[in-house]
């Protein structure tokens, strides 16, 4: 006979040990969910979406129940203005994946972060598939060429915005070069009136200078012309004493003596 007593308790350990785990488990869904839910949003509110859908459900006026409310043009022109908001998202994910997922793996970010960023992605496809569907809606196989129309428009944004910050980059680099020019020329032209003082007061000294100078020499005879002086007198010197006692004057004697004899002779 079997003993029933005995197999009630591994039965009823059974069913505890398997209804506290699906308590467990249906609270850390729910507590997930609400914990997901009450994550803060990776993007901003999406106003082109907004004006879509507001455009979209306005109702005609009264009175008018056949007219449109909206005319399609309007609505396209929203709709491209909503799927180039989604490119721009689409480049943000695509751009920040990788860097989010190298830093969880490191540990730098959290996990809700990580949540974040997941939820924002599955937001954006489904926003791509609901923006295929509008499109198709408004006009037929528009739906293949609208995402290829708003990346070339954020692509215009884009090169817009870089050649605005050039723009501006460059009217500050000419103020900054119109300041510099005139501080050059205003340091030059300070310099060149430097100099052209200076070359005025040299030539003044150099006309005072000349005009005293006649009257010093006039007045006083330098050392060096006296010397010169001495020297020629003492070459007149020389010369004379030459002239008195040279060989000339003695064969003038001895003529003088000759004839002398000559004549002593003769008067014997």
């Known amino acids: 006979m079997v003993h029933w007593i005995g197999l009630v308790v591994p039965f009823a350990y059974l069913g505890l040990l398997i209804g506290s785990l699906a308590t467990f488990s249906s609270l850390y869904r729910r507590r997930k969910a609400a914990n997901s839910t009450s994550l803060q949003s ?132 000419r103020e900054w070069w119109d300041k510099e020019r005139a501080s050059i020329q205003s340091n030059f032209m300070a310099e060149l009136e430097v100099d052209s003082s200076a070359r005025v007061g040299a030539g003044a000294g150099t006309a005072k200078g000349p005009a005293a100078g006649p009257s010093a020499r006039t007045s006083t005879p330098t050392p060096k012309s006296s010397a010169l002086g001495g020297e020629r007198g003492g070459s007149d010197e020389d010369t004379v004493l030459v002239e008195g006692g040279g060989p000339a004057a003695l064969g003038s004697t001895a003529t003088s003596k000759g004839t002398t004899a000559k004549k002593r002779k003769g008067k014997k």
Not at 60 to 72: F, I, M, T, Y
Not at 122 to 133: F, I, M, N, Q, W
Request: negative net charge; aromatic residues 6%.
């Open 42 to 173: 990776w993007f901003g509110p999406h106003i082109q979406r907004d004006i879509y859908l507001t455009l979209l459900h306005l109702e005609p006026e009264h009175g008018k129940d056949n007219s449109q409310a909206v005319p399609d043009s309007l609505l396209k022109a929203a709709l491209l203005q909503r799927a180039t908001e989604d490119i721009s998202r689409v480049l943000e994910i695509r751009s920040s994946k990788q860097a989010l997922s190298n830093l969880l793996q490191r540990g730098s970010v959290g996990d809700d972060l990580w949540q974040r960023f997941l939820r924002a992605e599955k937001e954006v496809e489904a926003e791509l598939r609901d923006v295929v569907d509008e499109a198709n809606a408004l006009a037929s196989n528009w739906g293949t060429t609208i995402f290829q129309s708003a990346h070339e428009m954020v692509n215009n944004e884009i090169t817009r915005q870089k050649v605005a910050a050039r723009q501006a980059e460059g009217k500050a680099d």
